[in-house]
């Protein structure tokens, strides 16, 4: 599970630092599609690797 929580992070920093470099600013809609990506990510990946 620390493993999927450390995806999500990952990927939530991620998405949200090219966000930024693209659009020069940080608006509500760039950090919610970047935490929604977070935790997609974080759910396939447990869905896949964590129920093994």
């Known amino acids: ?3 999927v929580t450390v995806l ?3 990927i ?3 998405w949200l630092l090219l ?3 693209k ?3 940080l608006t509500k809609e760039n950090v ?6 977070g935790v997609v990510a ?3 990946y447990y869905l896949l690797f964590g129920l093994l």
Do not use: P, R, Y
């Open 1 to 3: 599970m620390v493993q």
């Open 23 to 25: 659009h020069k600013k």
């Open 12 to 14: 939530f920093v991620g």
């Open 8 to 10: 999500m992070v990952t």
């Open 19 to 21: 966000d930024f470099v």
């Open 32 to 37: 919610l599609s970047a935490g929604i990506s």
């Open 42 to 44: 974080g759910g396939l």
